[in-house]
């Protein structure tokens, strides 16, 4: 009896002009939109065969069409469901299908099936328009398979809802607009809990019918979603027979009894959304995922599963993003690959608008930053940084145990590591402690010497002369393997001229002017800018940029056994100002030195054989010795820490001087899908035959039937 309330059904679709004329719109709007992305794919396709990680044809042709026609199935689904039930309400003719030899079951799913057979035919036609790129190039099939999956899951969960919705009304115009909005306020739901955090952010992203349908068009298959789905069909079809039976019960009872009846509906109602709410809890416990894609590209490397798996603890990241709901999917996305290998990873977004001061507490600068926060270490990373290379390797530095050391110099005059004075390091300091350093200073003159477990010795502009038991300390420090960050400054180096000189390091006459950055618009001529980096390991990935207010340059001649390297330069157009910085500063051939000027270097080597004196040995376990030398220490004092990338850079050195920069090597996947090459006569054919030809079609059939129908 389904098959043939179905078979029924669906020949009332096919004798309504109004569904041939849905179908004809949809053809027509929905190629557009899949020419305009052929098009646009082709404008963009010479670039996209060097980017690498590149997106496909599947990715920016496909997927996109897929997500078109979910805002078309939107409109469409309401309009040809809105007569199923209430048409029949309106007609009188309901009583009689009530009391025929029928279930209410039956009825039910016989028009569910009815309609859901049709707009099969509309997914189908949408499901064709991808495979015409066969002619010119290739599909990622597994990404496709998974996207025409959720076109379907998605339209049988629309008409599930238009059915109900026709069964409570006799109208079918506000039956449609019920569904309507209904649907959009499922569709919505997730916005509207965008800013919220804990379980209600979790419930509103569950019952987000577009969340789970966006995985599918990236290619993922999860049981989830598609048990999300089913339930949700389910639901809507259960209640609609439930409303069936309550009207064919009304028909027949007392008043009395009608108030028991809507008694057991409502206690039958709750009781179905609980059953329905405990599987649904279940099946985001116990699931089972599949990257469906070519070349597993929505899928974690096998590094980054191992690395997980050595993570004990829980790991918690929190999302500084405003309501830019492209931006926080990405975020999603990227993190939800990582929740998949290990359950008590926990993402919440925060939005720095509404919640300034948190973002503050957290140091972050940057919209879309997110913190990574593991066993009370914290790691920052950028929006353009978000990348499996880039996630992993901050987990990986969260990960390594062992102290880490960072011994200030004081009782010079040093900038302060405490308090929050203009020219101090507190905020920078603040940074180190939150990703795991431990940070203390240290005064040589009562000491005597650098203690052994120091992993980096930072000596930040002192203002007096050191001593020289205590510059032989530093000198004994570096001898033996000691990593060192030496931030300078313009003018005397206060006793330190022998450590220089151990380095092979010369600091220029004079102060940097640059240029390029009064084209900043930054008015002081003594602030030089960095824009560009050499391949530094220092600097790998850096894209910032930096600024450095009262800068020396330096040269350097690495002595034997080192290798030096000028890793921070500024442009062409500074030069080193011999003279004073007053009134119009112009270069003199003479007297100045024409830029680049170095204002940055770093020295490594292998650490000298410490096995002959094991007492002095310092804590450098590592492979490689490494100092770094500034001609400025201005950049992370707490007035400039904060421009642009100076902290970023900061916090690079000190990791590549603590060795925590050996990045795990994960290559970006690139999707196979990216070569498309159409002949015109190809391109003509795809155009006119999905833009014109099929609707012209659709048209012409809806409208002979809508003709032999008058004419009867």
């Known amino acids: 009896m389904i098959f043939r309330i179905a078979a029924l059904e669906l020949r009332r679709m096919f004798l309504s002009p109004l569904a041939w004329s849905v179908l004809a719109v949809e053809q027509l709007i929905l190629a557009w939109f899949f020419l305009i992305g052929i098009d646009n794919y082709m ?67 016989g028009k569910f099936l009815g309609v859901t057979v049709f707009f099969l035919i509309l997914v189908a036609l949408i499901g064709l328009m991808p495979l015409s790129l066969l002619a010119g190039g290739t599909i990622d099939f597994g990404q496709y398979a998974a996207g025409l999956l959720g076109v379907a899951l998605l339209t049988a969960s629309f008409i599930a809802v238009g059915v109900f919705m026709s069964s409570l009304t006799a109208q079918p115009a506000i039956a449609a607009v019920s569904t309507f909005g209904i649907l959009l306020g499922l569709w919505i739901i997730d916005w509207a809990g965008a800013d919220r955090s804990g379980e209600f952010s979790g419930l509103f992203g569950y019952l987000s019918i577009l969340r789970h349908y966006q995985s599918l068009l990236k290619g993922v298959f999860n049981s989830s979603d598609v048990i999300y789905y089913l339930l949700f069909i389910i639901t809507f079809i259960v209640l609609s027979i439930r409303r069936l039976d309550a009207l064919k ?25 609980g059953v329905v709410g405990l599987l649904a809890w279940v099946s985001t416990r116990y699931n089972y995922e599949a990257d469906w894609t070519a070349n597993a590209r929505h899928s974690l490397s096998p590094a980054s599963v191992k690395l997980l798996q050595q993570a004990k603890g829980p790991i918690t990241v929190t999302a500084f993003a405003r309501g830019t709901q492209q931006l ?21 977004f925060v939005n720095p608008d509404t919640d300034p001061s948190r973002a503050q507490a957290m140091g972050v600068t940057t919209d879309g930053e997110i913190v990574i926060d593991y066993a009370g270490r914290k790691e920052h990373l950028k929006p353009f940084e978000l990348k499996e290379q880039n996630i992993t390797n901050a987990l990986q530095r969260l990960l390594r145990s062992g102290d880490r050391w960072l011994v200030f110099l004081e009782g010079h005059g040093e900038r302060s590591i405490e308090g929050q004075a203009n020219n101090g390091l507190s905020l920078w300091v603040k940074q180190l402690e939150d990703k795991g350093f431990k940070v203390r200073s240290i005064n040589l003159a009562q000491a005597g010497s650098i203690p052994d477990n120091t992993t980096v010795l930072v000596i930040s502009t002192p203002q007096v002369d050191l001593l020289p038991g205590e510059v032989k300390a530093i000198e004994d420090y570096v001898g033996r393997g000691g990593n060192l960050l030496w931030l300078g400054d ?12 151990e380095l ?8 940097v002017v640059d240029p390029t950055a009064q084209a900043l618009g930054i008015r002081s001529a003594a602030i030089a800018a960095v824009t560009s980096y050499g391949a530094s390991p220092v600097t790998k990935d850096f894209r910032l ?4 207010p009262l800068a020396a340059g330096m040269s350097i001649t690495a002595p034997k056994g080192w290798q030096g390297d000028g890793f921070l330069k500024t442009g062409a157009s500074s030069w080193v100002e011999t003279g004073k910085l007053t009134g119009q500063v112009k270069f003199d051939e003479n007297q100045d030195i024409r830029g680049p ?3 940055g270097e770093t020295l490594t080597r292998t650490p000298p054989d410490q096995a002959a004196d094991k007492a002095k040995a310092t804590a450098h376990h590592g492979k490689q010795q490494r100092v770094i030398v500034m001609g400025d220490g201005d950049f992370l004092a707490n007035e400039y820490v904060g421009n642009v990338g100076n902290l ?6 000190v990791n590549w001087l603590s060795e925590d920069e050996h990045f795990l090597d994960i290559p970006a996947k690139t999707a196979l899908d990216t070569s498309l090459r159409l002949s015109s006569m190809q391109s003509g054919v795809i155009g006119f035959g999905f833009l014109f030809g099929l609707p012209a079609v659709l048209l012409v059939s809806g409208l002979t039937i809508w003709l032999r129908r008058r004419k009867r």
Do not use: C, W
């Open 490 to 501: 313009p003018g005397s180096l206060h006793g330190l001229q022998p450590v220089a000189k």
């Open 328 to 348: 926080r999917d990405h975020i999603r996305d990227m993190i939800g690959r990582y929740q998949r290998y290990k359950s008590d990873i926990s993402l919440s």
């Open 504 to 511: 092979g390091v010369k600091f220029l006459p004079g102060m």
């Open 545 to 548: 940029l930096t600024l450095f």
């Open 597 to 599: 000027v170095t204002i």
């Open 648 to 653: 970023d850079l900061g916090m690079n050195m």
């Open 43 to 109: 404008a963009l396709q010479p670039r996209l065969t060097m980017m690498q990680g590149a997106p496909g044809v599947t990715d920016l042709i496909v997927a996109p069409l897929f997500g078109d026609a979910s805002i078309f199935l939107l409109f469409a689904v309401p309009m040809l469901t809105m007569r199923l039930i209430s048409e029949e309400r309106r007609g009188q003719t309901l009583s009689l299908l009530l009391s025929a030899p029928v279930s209410m079951t039956d009825i039910v799913l």
């Open 249 to 273: 019960v009304t028909m027949q009872v007392t008043q009395s009894s009608r108030r028991l009846t809507r008694l057991n509906n409502v206690l039958f109602v709750v009781l179905l959304l």
